[in-house]
């Protein structure tokens, strides 16, 4: 009878498990355990019409907890990172909570503008799938000490110490009314060198 029931208990903790202990991550490859599929190279628009350059791949130098974490470098103070393509915009309730967090780290002799330079994840907001958010207060971005800030905020993102050693970003945050997807970009920002991120996580909290 003992037997049985220790089966009967695995039986249901097989069913149960994979829902409940499955990360219900809704970011596809935030590990980069499959190279930089579901991302692609981001340069801001307003240095890439000037020409500059950045480059992203993977690495197994510098992985967080893993094998291979994303590395992206330019020679240029730009702004530059990579974000998930449009294939991949994560459906999302407006009205609903959402945990999002990364690890991220520069490599050494990164090099920052003094008093403007940024690390942060973005989210951007999409009213539906081919239309950006239309609200004045634009994009929502987690900056490195989980600071929530809105587009016209933009400054409370200014760093004045470098992440040289893993350092994870991570926050809640509230859709907005009006959007139904987000598109999730890691973004440096006035730092030239190599940014290095991993474990991209984006998940429901609660509705
Ligand atoms: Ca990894």
């Known amino acids: ?12 903790f097989a069913l149960v498990c994979p829902k409940s202990l499955a990360a219900d991550n809704l970011v596809e490859n935030g590990d ?5 599929d579901g991302w692609e190279l981001f340069i801001g628009p307003e240095f890439r019409d000037a020409g500059a350059v950045a480059t992203a791949e993977t690495t197994r130098e510098a992985a967080h907890e893993s094998t291979a ?3 992206v470098k330019t020679d240029l103070p730009i702004r ?7 294939k991949y915009l994560i459906p999302v309730e407006a ?10 780290k520069l490599a050494d002799g990164a090099e920052a503008q003094p008093g403007r330079a940024a690390i942060y994840i973005r989210l951007g907001l999409m009213q539906d799938q081919n ?10 971005h987690v900056g490195l000490k989980g600071q929530v800030v809105r587009t016209p905020d933009w400054n409370q993102l200014i760093v004045t110490k470098l992440p040289f050693d893993w350092t994870k970003i991570e ?10 997807y987000v598109a999730i970009g890691l973004f440096v920002d006035r730092i030239k060198g190599a940014a290095y991120w991993d474990d991209i996580v984006f998940e429901k909290v609660s509705n």
Do not use: C
């Open 1 to 12: 009878m003992r037997g049985m029931a220790a089966l009967v208990l695995m039986a249901s």
């Open 32 to 36: 980069f355990e499959s190279g930089l």
């Open 69 to 71: 974490a994303a590395e």
């Open 80 to 86: 530059y990172g990579i974000s998930t393509t449009r």
């Open 95 to 104: 009205g609903a909570k959402y945990r999002i967090s990364g690890w991220v």
């Open 131 to 140: 239309k950006p958010t239309q609200d004045p207060q634009g994009n929502i």
């Open 171 to 180: 926050s809640e945050v509230e859709i907005p009314d009006g959007h139904s």
